[in-house]
């Protein structure tokens, strides 16, 4: 390998495999299906858009359609006629198109991820060089079956001028290509980009499968799968962060917390502050804000609803969201206080807020709200 693939990847989840090392992609069987049945019929679309939330297996799909289209030859009739349609987009690990995947040597296929400046920084945005790249690929002469596959990851990524140039490609494709773009949120993709792509729609994973998923990722499970289930909302991306980065454990303390109002647990409101604005502790301090968030729109969807949200995401959760949030009054008090604390924390972390204090000024303003 290069210097440069020894680099951390934009298009891997830190403490996952890449997705090219994931062999077997789980509870997608739908979006599988609809490609391969394109595929069968001789449909097979130059553009595919691969739309989801983030975390549900779109990177890993997008690898198994490259590694399926480039090792698996044109159906040719013969003297027995033509071979039976492949019924799964499985490959061999052993067949040599997965060895060379699996090295990043294979020549039929290009991956565009966010790339690394001049100064070794990786960039924001996917940028307009990134895309010409292609071109020099598409020159090359063609492998085995003379398909070329190309995959971008993120598309959402691409600059003004990234997207355009892609769009000229997907309005001349060259022949024999297939264009995988991983889009996350398709909203922000060029209309004439999505209007020249196929879609391939992946939701969310049930708990089951994210389990399973988990488990073949080769992390550690933890015993309540139930509550990671609910804090991860079906995406196996937002587990393993959470995973990672000891998100359960935050979310169960942010619901002692609220438990303890309107009668505030001042020493624990600290020491979850002071946690927050230890050195090296950026990662948790975000997840930190996402779960604010997620368990304020927690208690605002139980009050409209009249119910908790099922299953529970901590222990204990239950009770505390019937109890101060009891009807729609409430639930609109916490919505409210939910867009407040958005804003304000994005406008905190953009200005260098000291992160205990903000902190802090969320915890007193949820204190506010439970006493109304």
Request: glycine share 6%; aromatic share 4%.
């Amino acid at each position: 390998m290069s210097a440069d693939e020894d680099l951390p990847r934009a298009d891997q989840a830190e403490g996952a495999p890449h997705p090219r090392e994931t062999l077997r992609l789980i509870g997608q069987e739908a979006a599988e299906q609809d490609f391969l049945t394109a595929y069968n019929s001789d449909r097979l679309h130059h553009g595919w858009l691969l739309t989801g939330p983030q975390g549900v297996g779109k990177a890993t799909l997008a690898w198994r359609i490259a590694r399926f289209l480039l090792a698996t030859p044109p159906a040719e009739e013969g003297l027995f006629g033509a071979p039976p349609p492949p019924l799964t987009l499985d490959i061999d690990p052993e067949h040599p198109v997965s060895h060379r995947i699996q090295a990043l040597a294979e020549p039929g296929l290009a991956p565009i991820t966010r790339s690394y400046d001049d100064k070794g920084k990786l960039r924001s945005q996917i940028v307009v060089d990134d895309i010409r790249k292609l071109n020099r690929f598409f020159g090359l002469s063609a492998t085995d079956g003379g398909r070329r596959v190309v995959i971008v990851d993120a598309a959402d990524n691409m600059n003004v001028s990234a997207a355009n140039a892609l769009l000229k490609m997907l309005e001349e494709p060259p022949a024999r290509t297939t264009i995988l773009l991983i889009s996350h949120q398709p909203s922000r993709l060029l209309p004439t980009i999505r209007s020249r792509c196929r879609t391939l729609r992946l939701g969310p994973l049930s708990a089951p499968d994210m389990e399973a998923a988990l488990a073949q990722s080769g992390v550690e499970l933890p015993q309540n799968m139930d509550n990671l289930a609910a804090l991860a909302g079906g995406s196996v991306g937002a587990a393993l962060r959470l995973i990672n980065l000891g998100g359960l454990k935050i979310y169960a303390e942010l619901v002692q917390i609220l438990d303890s109002m309107p009668r505030l647990d001042r020493q624990r409101a600290m020491a979850l502050a002071e946690a927050a604005a230890q050195r090296g502790a950026a990662e948790r301090f975000e997840l930190l804000l996402s779960l604010t968030e997620m368990a304020l729109a927690r208690l605002a969807r139980t009050g409209a609803t009249g119910a908790p949200p099922a299953p529970e995401a901590a222990p204990q959760e239950a009770a505390m969201l019937q109890r101060l949030s009891p009807d729609s009054r409430k639930a609109r008090a916490w919505a409210d206080l939910a867009a407040e604390v958005t804003a304000r924390s994005r406008h905190g972390q953009a200005v260098n807020l000291d992160p205990a204090a903000l902190v802090l000024d969320t915890v007193f303003k949820m204190q506010e709200t439970a006493s109304r």
